[in-house]
């Protein structure tokens, strides 16, 4: 696939509303500021892709727009009322102008544009999909549809073997990817410890730093 020929979209609910099963462990504004910093950390690696063109935040949130600019991305208002991260996506779709989409989600504070250009060149010719799985095995966090409107999003759970399905209903070629900076999204609170133990760098870094949520280096502490 040639370069740039590949656009992403990043379907993003409103700050402090996502991550609700965070809500033992962080108040709203606590999951406000993780959030937009994953936001963050995943613009970084998407603007960073060398294989990559445009970009498309899909939002109805204010600050999740600022932060979307701020890295040249094109934002799209999310539906009013929202009506799901799938009706994001596509309304994202309809306004990229790329033969193929990279759908991704927000909150994948471990990726890295290598992740990026290693998922889009995992890419087959012709019509198809490649599909980055999640950690549990059954998610999607991520997938390269060529061309743009290849497949429909049901990102959420069991979208795995929802999107294969599809793609082998439809006639086209499946690949399924593993990246360990694309397999962990943060949803829950044991997401959100492994997210620790690997100590991130970056805006998510910084963040769980604020929040007192590090893990002290060896020597350093009681």
Do not use: C, W
């Not at 899909?58 to 600019?69: C, I």
């Amino acid at each position: 696939m040639a370069v740039h020929d590949v656009g992403a979209v990043v379907p993003v609910k409103r700050l402090g509303y996502a991550l609700g099963r965070l809500s033992q462990v962080l108040d709203r504004d606590g999951r406000r500021m993780l959030q937009s910093a994953m936001l963050g950390d995943v613009l970084t690696a998407l603007a960073g892709s060398a294989r990559l063109g445009e970009i498309v935040v899909v939002t109805s949130d204010p600050r999740a727009r600022s932060v979307a600019e701020s890295f040249g991305a094109a934002t799209v208002d999310d539906h009013d009322p929202p009506q799901g991260m799938n009706p994001a996506v596509v309304r994202g779709i309809e306004v990229l102008d790329a033969e193929a989409a990279l759908v991704i989600v927000s909150d994948l504070p471990l990726l890295t544009s290598a992740d990026v250009d290693h998922l889009i060149g995992a890419a087959p010719q012709g019509d198809a999909v490649v599909l980055a799985r999640s950690q549990d095995g059954t998610g999607t966090n991520a997938m390269l549809l060529t061309p743009s409107d290849a497949l429909v999003p049901e990102l959420g759970p069991g979208s795995l073997a929802l999107h294969l399905s599809q793609a082998a209903v439809r006639g086209l070629h499946a690949e399924v990817v593993d990246h360990p900076g694309i397999a962990l999204d943060v949803d829950t609170p044991d997401d959100l410890v492994e997210l620790v133990r690997r100590a991130p760098v970056g805006a998510t870094g910084r963040a769980l730093d604020h929040l007192g949520m590090t893990i002290a280096a060896p020597g350093q502490g009681t």
